[in-house]
């Protein structure tokens, strides 16, 4: 019997369907319920909140989930293995689980929602963790569907999406996330939780959506950092010459200097730079839009 709820302990599970972590998949499965619990704890009160999961495996962060008060799970799982043992996990819940075998980077759940608070809770697979971070933070219209994030990342992947300016972990997936998020790490996770264990220690980030980021085209952000953070160690008056532009007069209306690097400029400081770059500052006059 498990701490968590009267299902059988993770461990007897994984033996009675003989599920194996595969790495092609991501997969590192979570074994310690106590520490799934945190985890779902990490997302706020659950009660009435219909939660979003990608990779639940064998239903270890599930299980914590539903246990804790979520209204509803609907757990997107690739690894069709996974199955029986989810299905054992929906009849402890009877309608609280819905289970969609598919890749997470295809399935649309937004018309699977209703009504309610959703979010996303998620020890994600580490081969498409980022991918599938940045696809929510580039969600439009925006404010988006879900309420937050509370998601498990590789550590270095972590402090990159939160990474304040100044800092080596500071770059384009930080900026992104800033934009649109209010970000933190609210705990680590040693190899040892994790079967078989990586080898690296985890973090699990929690993001808010915030209701009005600074106006700005998600496209020409996305062309503005990755010109800037492509040569991070020139000055912005030479990498931003990527863009097809006049970089000083790119970076004089958006009011940064010239020999300041990527690393030191803030959110406001990109989105003002993206923003001029949208007005076409900078680009030889009768040029066609560098955003097209």
């Not at 933070?137 to 990159?160: I, Y």
């Not at 097809?244 to 940064?256: N, S, Y």
Request: charged share 25%.
């Amino acid at each position: 019997m498990s701490a968590l709820d009267d299902l059988p302990p993770l461990r007897d599970v994984i033996r009675k369907h003989g599920l194996s972590a595969q790495k092609s998949l991501g997969q590192n499965f979570l074994l310690d319920l106590n520490l799934t619990g945190r985890i779902a704890r990490a997302s706020g009160p659950l009660e009435d909140v219909t939660i979003v999961e990608v990779g639940p495996g064998p239903g270890g962060l599930t299980r914590a989930l539903l246990a804790l008060g979520a209204k509803r799970v609907i757990a997107i799982e690739r690894d069709r293995r996974c199955m029986d043992a989810l299905a054992e996990v929906a009849d402890h819940y009877p309608g609280r689980l819905e289970v969609i075998e598919g890749d997470a980077l295809k399935v649309d759940v937004r018309p699977l929602l209703g009504e309610g608070e959703a979010r996303v809770v998620a020890n994600l697979p580490y081969n498409i963790a980022t991918v599938l971070l940045v696809g929510w933070l580039s969600t439009d219209p925006w404010p988006p569907w879900f309420s937050s994030l509370t998601l498990m990342f590789q550590k270095e992947v972590a402090e990159r999406i939160v990474a304040e300016p100044g800092s080596k972990a500071y770059g384009r997936l930080a900026v992104l996330a800033g934009w649109r998020t209010k970000g933190r790490i609210a705990f680590d996770v040693a190899p040892s939780a994790f079967v078989p264990p990586p080898k690296v220690t985890s973090s699990v980030i929690h993001l808010v959506p915030r209701a009005e980021p600074l106006p700005c085209a998600l496209s020409a952000l996305e062309k503005v950092t990755e010109a800037a953070f492509g040569q991070r160690r020139k000055m912005l008056r030479q990498s931003l010459k990527t863009l097809g532009v006049d970089a000083m007069a790119l970076l004089a209306a958006a009011g940064v200097e010239e020999t300041a690097r990527a690393e030191e400029i803030d959110v406001a400081g990109f989105v003002r730079l993206a923003n001029a770059f949208s007005e076409g500052i900078g680009r030889p006059f009768g040029a066609l839009s560098a955003l097209k």
